[in-house]
């Protein structure tokens, strides 16, 4: 089944203690992302990939790192985690550029730092 | 300030009720998206729309482009409680740019 796989799904951590959200996609999609959603605010890219070893920041990076080693594999780093990083996560993929094409979303991980 | 703004926020309606959803932007956008998003997932498309006047039905849903590719719209005929989520509008300011703009969303609940 063509999927974006996200782990974990939920997470509850502490300020300043390093966590990765992994990401992973069986489309062979070129392009990947992650979004965080907040209420009030709406769905905000952080940062995007259209290929290997080629990221590059979307509209609110700040605190958060990536790296994409594989093309199936966009995991998101966040190396000291405060608190205003609780938030949904979503990564998606998309065939190549964005141009008409379809992003698949994972199911989400939710972040609770305290 | 967002750049595409969607109105309402919120809609609660009965079942068999027609609705309209509105996504609108003073930018042009080379294309655009509908997401619908159900609790405890992610967004899933539903349409895009590229061309500036374009409409395109999906059963009881009828999506509309702007002649000038500035806004558009989500219409929904006799609603039913499975139409119940979110609905994103998504848009791409250039193309080949290679980010997708949300609005915020309009949280449309249906009941029976």
């Known amino acids: 089944e063509a999927q974006v796989t996200q782990n974990p799904r939920y997470l509850i951590t502490v300020t300043g203690k390093k966590l990765t959200v992994t990401c992973s996609q069986n489309m062979n999609h070129e392009y990947m992302s992650w979004y965080r959603q907040d209420p009030g605010l709406g769905l905000r890219q952080i940062y995007y990939s259209m290929n290997v070893e080629v990221t590059d920041k979307g509209d609110v990076p700040e605190g958060y790192k990536v790296s994409r080693k594989e093309k199936r594999n966009f995991p998101l780093i966040l190396e000291s985690p405060s608190p205003n990083q609780t938030s949904l996560y979503f990564c998606a993929s998309s065939l190549s550029t964005l141009d008409h094409n379809e992003q698949f979303f994972g199911p989400g991980t939710r972040l609770t730092v305290l | 300030t967002q750049l595409l703004e969607q109105s309402p926020q919120f809609l609660s309606i009965q079942e068999g009720e027609n609705l309209t959803v509105y996504c609108n932007s003073s930018s042009v956008f080379s294309s655009l998206q509908w997401y619908r998003q159900e609790p405890g997932e992610g967004p899933v498309l539903l349409v895009t729309?590229?061309?500036?006047?374009e409409v395109k039905k999906l059963k009881r849903l009828t999506f509309q482009f702007g002649d000038a590719r500035k806004d558009s719209s989500l219409h929904i005929t006799a609603a039913q409680p499975g139409d119940t989520g979110l609905y994103l509008c998504a848009g791409i300011l250039n193309s080949g740019y290679s980010t997708l703009t949300f609005g915020k969303g309009t949280m449309l609940l249906v009941s029976p």
């Open positions: 729309v590229v061309t500036g006047g």
